[in-house]
């Protein structure tokens, strides 16, 4: 079974890597920006694309509006990415917005960010492969035809490369990333050019569509909600950002300051792609609507059924470099890879923030650990498996999706700058050097507005996307964080149990008398050795044990018994009904009953095999047997292995496998560092 296991692992995932490697998996800021910045700097592809899907519901009129909420948009980012740099100064561990919550609101605040955080980290898995389905399908029909498939697909892929390690992933996904933001930088160039300097016109394919407004003089209080739908639509472009300080342990060193440097990068790349796409977008009259089917008008007909709305990247590539030309095929398939890979975030995020609340006792203990190339392995496989149902119940929908989005991470965003402004409260009460009071105090001015400006978000959040979805990530939330709440309790039930108590006890009482009892069903080579094995252990009683299912079988062995002269009593227990299992357990207790402080040690011996299918002739009434054993107080279970034939073959075939090195696995090491061979004397 390790043979079929093993080999295909190392094909997926490479070689295991020793503990004392794992600095060299550390990040470089040009391999950390795509790792962990890729998710917002992506979501340029279809942030844009939901504000103008809000607006068109008032009709093109309210399109108008777009700048302003890129600016608001704009603002809010720049104050995001200042506050979180000052996360990463301060709390430079890993922890993010877990930690600084915990720290400084209390366990409650920090398991709400928690919650809140693994729920986005999903989310943006689940979203990003979804939009990078639809960029591609708009390309390639058979992708749209079969979304869910080829999305769960991509999510298996993802998950393969992460297994292979932050490293190796990241350096996998800097090229894709890298392109996409040239090439959107290069897009906005030319389009500004063409429109500036050579004052052509550019119309997205789009532009002469109508649409049917779904309410049409929107005022007062509903254009405002309106507006602020779009806005909190347009926040999409925030998620990701506190990827960053939960992944300060992987920057090299300076970590705090590598971390800041690339929260600042990636702020600067993803605002300036947000407002050069949205001015593109109104200079080229790219129209959208959430229903294109009946909403979209063409020559005075609705659009129908049929017609595929592609985003508003795509059309605005179309419109500045020609449908099909190089650099729009480059862009439209730059996208749809870093879409997928923007999942990588999350991928980065969840895994991390999992094995710290592993460390923490609120989620199983095997997500701390990392597997074989340094990476949390079983934190990489839990989220694909929830991003892949996620994307199954939606049909990998990201209009759908999207609805859920950012509730969490608005969240985290209010609670996190909350904790720091405390944070720089409880240092202020105690610093008396004016320099760094100044330092401090103007930090805290910044994440005051952070927590100030994420908070009011917040609240728009809920209520414009509360009944579009938003109440579906609130029960996840509340979900995680019952089920963290419920493990927490169970570990800490479990501790105290275990704890060892400072004077004596009746687990460090030596037991008054040790009973053995060694079963057998007939006399063969393992009953011979576990009856020598339990006659060392030099036992206060000794019997063998065995269960009349059979009386033709049972005399046999009664016979066998006395002709061999084996000197421990063997006692036979009947069993009318043919079971094996229950009289053992009743006959143990009846033991205990007698003598409640004694104790009474069961011997079995068992079969090794070598293949897997033997495990499945032999040893299932020894398994049983233990299982029901363990639930009964004061009884000690002894396994007595005789290895088969087929187990000391495989055991030949394992030591095999463990000699072999695949062709040049071994090296012989740098020349200079090689011992010289003696020269023969002339």
Request: glycine share 8%.
């Amino acid at each position: 079974m390790s043979k079929l296991t093993d080999v295909p692992k190392r094909i997926l995932i490479g070689r295991a890597l020793r503990s004392d490697r794992l600095a060299e998996t550390l990040l470089p800021k040009r391999i950390a920006l795509p790792v962990f910045a890729s998710d917002p700097l992506s979501s340029v592809a279809y942030a844009p694309g939901e504000v103008l899907l809000v607006l068109s519901i008032a009709g093109v009129s309210a399109y108008h509006f777009s700048p302003w909420i890129a600016v608001a948009v704009v603002v809010l980012m720049f104050t995001v990415v200042a506050s979180y740099r000052q996360n990463v100064h301060a709390y430079p561990s890993g922890g993010g917005d877990y930690e600084v919550a915990t720290t400084n609101l209390g366990p409650k605040a920090g398991l709400t960010v928690a919650s809140a955080l693994l729920v986005d980290y999903v989310l943006t898995v689940a979203v990003s492969i979804s939009s990078g389905i639809e960029n591609l399908g708009s390309a390639i029909p058979f992708v749209v035809e079969h979304k869910v498939e080829c999305a769960v697909a991509v999510i298996l892929l993802l998950t393969v490369m992460n297994l292979r390690g932050v490293r190796e992933s990241g350096s996998l996904f800097a090229i894709p990333t890298y392109v996409f933001v040239a090439g959107v930088f290069i897009m906005i160039a030319w389009g500004a050019f063409r429109g500036l300097v050579l004052d052509d016109t550019m119309r997205a394919p789009t532009a002469s569509y109508e649409i049917k407004a779904e309410h049409e003089g929107l005022a007062g209080f509903a254009m405002v909600f309106l507006l602020l739908r779009a806005f909190s639509s347009g926040c999409a472009a925030l998620t990701g950002v506190e990827a960053i300080s939960n992944g300060v342990p992987a920057f090299r060193k300076p970590k705090s300051k590598n971390a800041a440097t690339t929260l600042a990068m990636m702020g600067l790349l993803a605002v300036t792609m947000f407002c050069g796409i949205i001015a593109l977008a109104m200079v080229t009259k790219v129209r959208m609507a959430e229903n294109p089917a009946v909403d979209l008008i063409k020559d005075g007909v609705a659009v129908g059924s049929g017609y595929v709305q592609n985003p508003v990247i795509t059309q605005v590539a179309e419109a500045v470099f020609g449908k099909g030309s190089f650099f729009f095929i480059v862009l439209a398939a730059a996208t749809a890879l870093v879409l997928f890979l923007a999942a990588n975030t999350a991928y980065n995020g969840f895994p991390v923030l999992g094995s710290i609340l592993a460390q923490d006792r609120y989620l199983p203990r095997q997500l701390h650990t990392r597997g074989d190339r340094l990476a949390f392995s079983n934190g990489i496989v839990l989220l694909a498996g929830a991003a892949m149902l996620l994307v199954w119940i939606y049909g990998a929908d990201s209009t759908r999706l999207i609805q859920l989005y950012i509730v969490g991470v608005f969240v985290s965003f209010t609670l996190s700058q909350t904790g720091m402004v405390r944070h720089w409260n409880r240092l202020l009460a105690t610093e008396r050097d004016q320099a760094k009071r100044r330092h401090m105090i103007r930090s805290r001015a910044i994440n005051t507005f952070g927590a100030f400006f994420t908070g009011l978000v917040l609240i728009v959040v809920l209520v414009t996307k509360f009944t579009h979805g938003a109440w579906v990530a609130l029960l996840g939330m509340v979900i995680f964080y019952g089920t963290m709440t419920a493990i927490r309790r169970h570990y800490d039930h479990v501790s105290e149990e275990l704890a060892a108590p400072e004077g004596p006890s009746d687990d460090s009482v030596r037991p008054s008398r040790v009973h053995s009892v060694v079963l057998v069903s007939k006399i063969h080579r393992p009953a011979l050795r576990a009856l020598a094995y339990a006659k060392l252990l030099r036992s206060d009683t000794l019997e063998a044990l065995s269960v009349n299912v059979d009386p033709a079988e049972t005399k046999a062995l009664r016979e066998e018994w006395e002709r061999r002269g084996i000197d421990v009593p063997l006692k036979v227990l009947d069993s009318p009904y043919r079971e094996i299992t229950r009289p053992i357990i009743e006959y143990v207790k009846g033991l205990r009953k007698e003598s409640p402080r004694d104790a009474v040690s069961v011997i079995i011996p068992e079969y090794v095999v070598g293949h897997w299918y033997e495990h499945l002739l032999h040893n299932q009434s020894a398994l049983r047997l233990k299982g029901r054993l363990l639930f009964t107080p004061g009884i000690m279970v002894t396994s007595v292995p005789y290895q088969l034939q087929s187990s000391e073959v495989a055991k030949a075939r394992a030591r095999k496998r463990q000699d072999w090195n695949a062709p040049g696995a071994v090296r012989r090491g740098p020349a200079q560092e090689r011992a010289k061979e003696p020269s023969e004397p002339k």
